[in-house]
């Protein structure tokens, strides 16, 4: 049934583009990044939560081992950052997008990357609009006929992780204007 459905809507089907093996490459990266975040965050918390707990003196070498580990994973981020700005350099086109991106107030090295790998370097989405939608920060209007007008929401299928980073530059760039 699905086939016969989709061979009747051929001409009316578009073909899905899909990204190439270096913006694959940039996602690994980004997803390997934010796993060594959360675990740099876990380990940040429950350094303080030692902390709070126990006497000065007490268990200093739980501490160090979490001092130690921090260290490890502040230095292993620093290694992927590299590679992917390594990885952007090689490639003229995505290093272009790359120094553009930066030169817009509030947009810093992860969120450019985020950038050109969700968009695909910016042919996957047609219009603004639907990049927007994707990224959760175009609100949409409730209505029901005429007489039920409800208040605009965005959409809960949002990309979460863009719209974040999003909302983070808009309030750097506000906090550098003002």
């Not at 790359?98 to 450019?112: F, H, M, N, P, T």
């Amino acid at each position: 049934m699905i086939a016969l459905y989709a061979w009747r809507k051929r001409e009316e089907l578009n073909v899905t583009n899909l990204s190439g093996p270096i913006i694959d490459q940039l996602k690994q990266l980004l997803t390997l990044r934010e796993k060594l975040i959360k675990h740099r965050t876990a380990f940040k918390n429950a350094g303080k939560d030692l902390h709070d707990c126990y006497i000065d003196g007490e268990f200093s070498f739980i501490k160090e081992r979490h001092t130690s580990m921090l260290l490890h994973l502040n230095s292993e981020i620093d290694l992927v950052e590299k590679e992917l700005l390594r990885i952007i350099n090689l490639h003229k086109e995505l290093a272009d997008t790359y120094r553009l991106l930066l030169s817009i107030r509030g947009i810093g090295k992860v969120l450019a990357v985020y950038l050109i790998t969700l968009t695909d370097n910016f042919t996957k989405f047609l219009s603004p609009r639907k990049f927007a939608c994707y990224a959760g920060i175009a609100p949409f209007e409730y209505s029901s006929g005429s007489s039920v007008k409800g208040r605009t929401k965005v959409h809960s299928c949002a990309n979460k992780q863009i719209k974040s980073l999003l909302n983070m530059a808009a309030m750097s760039s506000i906090q550098l204007n003002g």
